[in-house]
């Protein structure tokens, strides 16, 4: 049970956005901005970022719907990236350069000053761009922050898998759409 009067039955941020709009379009444009909006990253690389990074910080619901989105669209022959990256990201099948990326994502979610020169040099040997650098660190920050709110206020986690198949494949679908109080009524 959420800690706040959010709308029952919604899962996770959605009906943390329901509860206060005015904040929540803001959140749910950055997400569209970071993991749907124009960038030398993959969408699917972007969302394993974020699944990762969720996944370091234990909260639950962000890690299974963006590892549901992932996968979704890694698409059938590279989802098993997704579970690879969670279970041991440096034997994942996964290229040399996102390893490093997701290593600074690791190192961002601990602390931003955790983030060392040679952690960017590594990942630029490899072809890591500026750009691909900086969207790591932002998503990375972003869903420290996105998993503290999440599970800060206790909001619905779904435990059946295929709840987290359904968000997945719309979030695939459809990006980061915010979601409106009177779908729930």
Do not use: W
């Amino acid at each position: 049970m959420a800690h706040i009067n959010v709308p029952e039955g919604i899962p996770g941020i959605r009906s943390l956005v329901m509860f206060r709009p005015d904040t929540g379009q803001h959140l749910y444009d950055l997400a569209q901005l970071l993991l749907r909006g124009e960038s030398p990253l993959a969408a699917a690389d972007r969302e394993l970022i974020a699944t990762y990074v969720s996944h370091l910080n234990n909260c639950v619901f962000c890690r299974n719907s963006h590892a549901a989105a992932a996968r979704c669209l890694y698409g059938p022959d590279h989802s098993h990236h997704v579970d690879e990256v969670l279970a041991d990201m440096q034997q994942a099948a996964v290229s040399p350069k996102l390893k490093a990326l997701l290593h600074i994502a690791g190192k961002t979610q601990i602390l931003g000053k955790a983030v060392l020169p040679a952690d960017i040099d590594a990942a630029r040997n490899l072809g890591a761009t500026d750009r691909e650098i900086h969207d790591t660190v932002l998503i990375a920050a972003t869903f420290c922050m996105f998993n503290r709110y999440v599970d800060g206020l206790a909001s619905l986690t779904p435990t059946d898998e295929a709840a987290y198949a359904a968000m997945g494949q719309r979030l695939a679908e459809h990006g980061y759409v915010t979601p409106q109080r009177a779908s729930t009524n």
